[in-house]
């Protein structure tokens, strides 16, 4: 049954998405102004300005989100002193599945929670992972669906080339 209802919100997840434009942030936009409920309690995506912002969707369920929380984590402990914050915006239906993938994949980073999907009708997630680059002054750099190992090097030289224009 725990696997039934699992299904059932990862199928309904997808089909929400899909009913999500193509792309609703475009690289050079400003990004739009999500909320970010988490640990740090009520947060705005504009409260991040003069960072450089890694935001990242994922869901318990999702298996390449698994192999990029070790990639965000080391990109967060290696950058985060010279202006990178990493977001994982979770999508899960209920938090207990988010909570289980943390307990067996932790986070070093920033995590925001959105069991409604509000915030990726906003951004245009078609796919999980899915990740927006957004610069210090607030625009999309970048927008990335899925996670590969072999995209690693690629993904940090991103984060490298938006963290040269934090002052």
């Not at 977001?87 to 929670?113: H, I, W, Y």
Request: with cysteine.
């Amino acid at each position: 049954m725990k696997l039934l209802n699992s299904l059932t919100g990862a199928a309904a997840l997808v089909l929400a998405l899909a009913a999500v434009p193509a792309c609703a942030v475009d690289v050079g936009q400003a990004a739009p102004d999500i909320d970010l409920p988490g640990a740090a309690g009520a947060q705005k995506l504009s409260d991040l300005k003069g960072k450089v912002v890694y935001l990242d969707f994922w869901a318990s369920w999702c298996g390449p989100c698994r192999q990029s929380f070790p990639w965000m984590n080391d990109m967060q402990k290696k950058y985060g002193a010279k202006g990178l914050q990493i977001v994982g915006m979770n999508l899960d239906a209920k938090r207990s599945d988010a909570d289980k993938f943390l307990a067996e994949t932790p986070a070093q980073f920033a995590l925001a929670f959105d069991g409604k999907g509000e915030s990726p009708k906003k951004v245009g997630v078609k796919g999980m992972p899915t990740s927006v680059l957004i610069g210090a002054d607030g625009k999309v750099l970048a927008v990335h669906q899925g996670f590969k190992e072999e995209e690693r090097g690629e993904l940090e030289a991103k984060l490298v080339a938006a963290l040269g224009s934090v002052k």
